[in-house]
């Protein structure tokens, strides 16, 4: 008996829109969509983006600059306006747009708060407004589920909460939740929608990271942002429509897949509800015991 065709990983025909297209993670992700054979349209706010729109034409691809601002709701539907009125329609959307204004909690302003959440949260939820509306149509218009990927960028600060960083954390949490919340109720249009948790090097990262190595191991920097792209291609693509709704962290040639939370330990009141004392007795006594780290412990989520 012949095994089934393995789906295929070209994107071929396949239309996509890149946000944060002008550099670092953005940018290879465009390139390596673009390679793929999707027409691209590209986001950034910076002229940046134009280097890479020149990029893919140069290597025989085709793409369309859409420069502007992703935390404005009217301009997320406009780009996937572009897509159709460019390209013919919209497959497949990649929101990594953002930046950082660090603080710790005790000194965070309002203005860096709303700045991050705006850019991050906000940006990604009207693109993905914008792209579910269109696809919601497509579906019924088609009859049935259409090809539909959407690919947001989370953090492993989400998990962990980067002490300089609640603005970012709390942004990336919710990007997740969206996330997760788009994968349960757009399935049956064909929309997928996951979340990726890159460790890359990038501009934004650098302080963190620091620059890159002058003679990496195998001659490739161990969290270059090339080690995400192929990623993102692939879930990009045929070969994986049956992934939605997960949560995958990825650096270094390695992916690994975050699993949902779980119950760890339950406990049931001996009257009718709790007391203080009793609650002290049993979950304070559990918790006492160190087994039960919590989500902030270890800080760092190796694989």
């Known amino acids: ?42 986001n950034d706010m910076s002229d940046k983006v134009d280097a890479v729109a020149d990029e893919i034409r140069a290597a025989g691809g085709e793409a369309t600059v859409a420069r502007g601002d992703v935390g404005d ?27 950082t204004r660090d603080k710790m909690i005790f000194s965070m302003t309002e203005e860096a708060f709303d700045d991050v959440v705006r850019v991050h949260l906000k940006g990604h939820m009207g693109m993905c407004r914008a792209a579910t509306a269109y696809w919601r149509e497509a579906s019924k218009a088609a009859g049935g589920p259409v090809w539909a990927s959407i690919i947001n960028t989370a953090s492993e600060s989400f998990l962990f909460g980067a002490p300089g960083q609640p603005n970012y954390s709390a942004a990336k949490a919710g990007i997740v939740a969206i996330t997760l919340s788009i994968a349960q109720s757009c399935a049956k249009y064909g929309v997928r929608a996951n979340a990726l948790a890159p460790r890359a090097r990038t501009a934004m990262t650098v302080p963190i990271f620091g620059p890159a190595p002058a003679d990496p191991p195998g001659g490739m920097d161990p969290i270059s942002v090339d080690h995400i792209a192929p990623v993102v291609a692939w879930l990009a693509s045929p070969a994986a429509a049956h992934v939605t709704g997960q949560v995958l962290l990825t650096y270094g040639g390695k992916v690994a897949i975050i699993a949902a939370p779980s119950v760890e330990a339950t406990f049931a009141t001996g009257g009718v509800t709790w007391t203080p004392d009793e609650l002290a007795e049993t979950v304070g006594m559990e918790l006492a015991i160190g087994e039960h780290p919590g989500f902030g412990v270890p800080v760092t989520l190796k694989i």
């Not at 396949?14 to 290879?28: F, K, M, N, S, W």
Request: glycine share 18%; hydrophobic share 50%; net charge negative.
């Open 73 to 99: 709701w009217n301009f997320s539907g406009s780009l996937i306006d572009t897509a159709v009125a460019t390209y013919g329609g919209l497959n497949i959307v990649v929101n990594n747009a953002g930046f």
């Open 1 to 42: 008996m012949a095994s089934p065709e393995q789906p295929t990983t070209s994107l071929e025909g396949g239309v996509a829109i890149v946000t944060g297209a002008g550099q670092g993670l953005g940018r290879v992700e465009a390139l390596a969509l673009a390679a793929g054979g999707a027409k691209v349209v590209l």
